[in-house]
């Protein structure tokens, strides 16, 4: 029975999302966010491992209600100002983007993000990290113009940066560098909806390869991977290249998206940006490489009478095949484009 409602809650929360992004009105769109929402509460309440889960969901309720009551405001502000017409003003603009900013997570609206991601299952945080950004992403690329919000771009990727320098658990690491990525996807927003339509589309990809390997070894935290001196070194050796191909390390997977928006960004002579942009990716990297250096050459231990145990770990053919395309696809992809 309770598989059936979870299977159920899934779907809704697929539907609302559904209904979001293919409204004609504000309305519309506002009751599918809340289909979504209401149907993603049930989910996040189902792990009763993980004692954090009840204020999680808490949190991510009063967030998002708030959220859908300040959109639904601004939208009915826009219908007497509008007549119901679907154009909007620079009051209800900034009324609307911030609204949905704070649903997707972006900065300045972050703070309950990483704190929400602490307290859910792998599975949970991953709808959190890609189903969950696509309603609010979409209306504000149907609707917004970007360039009076460039602050926020810059600021999503410091706070995305910064704010995993310091961190112990993989969750909140996980949830930084999806901050980090938002402000990626907002900046390929101000060229064309197909740019990031792809940067979209890869980040998930690499968010369900390595999401899938923390899920199926049980890893939260980083000195859980330190202290396993029983772990398979392949699989130390995905986990953290996984890592560096969602940091954007060429000539991993990872860079290709962030490669499509720096080479728009340059042909449109965005030469500020794109340095800010370098600059603060270069610092998601700096500590993806510190935790794999460390995991590698300093904290390696291995003792003989654990040898045989060492292979002990299984992984499934499709993580394997998802790691092999996150670490092996640009390559690919080049030599494709080569010999065509």
């Given amino acids: 029975m309770k598989k ?3 299977n159920i809650f899934f779907i809704t929360l697929m539907l609302g999302t559904l209904i979001t992004i293919s409204s004609n009105s ?10 979504n929402l209401l149907s993603f509460i049930p989910l996040m309440t189902d792990n009763k491992k993980n ?3 009840s204020e999680s969901s808490l949190k991510y309720f009063l ?4 959220a859908s009551s300040v959109l639904l405001f601004a939208i009915i502000i826009l219908m007497f100002n509008n007549n119901y017409v679907s154009q909007v003003t620079t009051l209800t603009e900034i009324l609307i983007f911030s609204t949905l900013l704070l649903k997707s997570g972006a900065a300045p609206f972050h703070s309950w993000f990483p704190e929400v991601m602490e307290g859910l299952s792998w599975v949970n945080g991953l709808i959190l990290m890609t189903w969950q950004k696509i309603a609010p992403l979409m209306l504000i690329s149907y609707n917004l113009s970007y360039y009076y919000f460039l602050i926020t771009i810059i600021m999503s990727m410091l706070i995305g ?17 999806s901050i980090n990525h938002l402000g990626w996807m907002l900046l390929a927003m101000m060229s064309n909806e197909l740019l990031w339509t792809s940067y979209f589309i890869l980040y998930c990809f690499l968010s369900v390869s390595i999401v ?4 199926n070894f049980k890893l939260y935290y980083f000195n859980q991977i330190f202290n396993i001196s029983l772990m398979n070194p392949i699989i130390k050796f995905l986990i953290f290249m996984n890592l560096l191909s969602l940091g954007g390390l060429p000539p991993f ?9 720096i080479q728009n960004l340059t042909a449109n002579n965005q030469m500020f940006v794109l340095t800010i942009s370098v600059c603060l990716t270069l610092i998601t990297l700096f500590f993806y490489l510190r935790l794999s ?24 053919n499709f993580s394997l095949l998802m790691n092999f395309i996150s670490l092996g696809g640009l390559i690919f992809i080049f030599s494709l484009y080569f010999i065509m």
Avoid: H
């Avoid at 504000?26 to 289909?35: D, H, K, P, R, S």
């Avoid at 995993?164 to 560098?177: C, E, T, V, Y």
């Avoid at 997977?253 to 928006?261: A, E, H, N, Q």
């Avoid at 250096?293 to 499934?316: A, E, P, R, V």
């Fill in 4 to 6: 059936i409602s979870n």
């Fill in 26 to 35: 504000w309305l519309g769109a506002w009751m599918g966010l809340e289909i």
């Fill in 51 to 53: 004692l954090l889960t």
């Fill in 63 to 66: 967030t998002q209600a708030f």
């Fill in 161 to 177: 940066s910064l704010g995993g320098l310091n961190q112990s658990s993989i969750r909140k690491l996980m949830a930084f560098s």
């Fill in 212 to 215: 899938i390997m923390f899920n």
């Fill in 253 to 261: 997977l990872g860079f290709l998206p962030k490669w499509f928006v």
């Fill in 293 to 316: 250096y460390s995991m590698f050459m300093l904290n390696y231990q291995k003792t003989s009478w654990n040898l045989k145990d060492n292979f002990n770990l299984k992984i499934s």
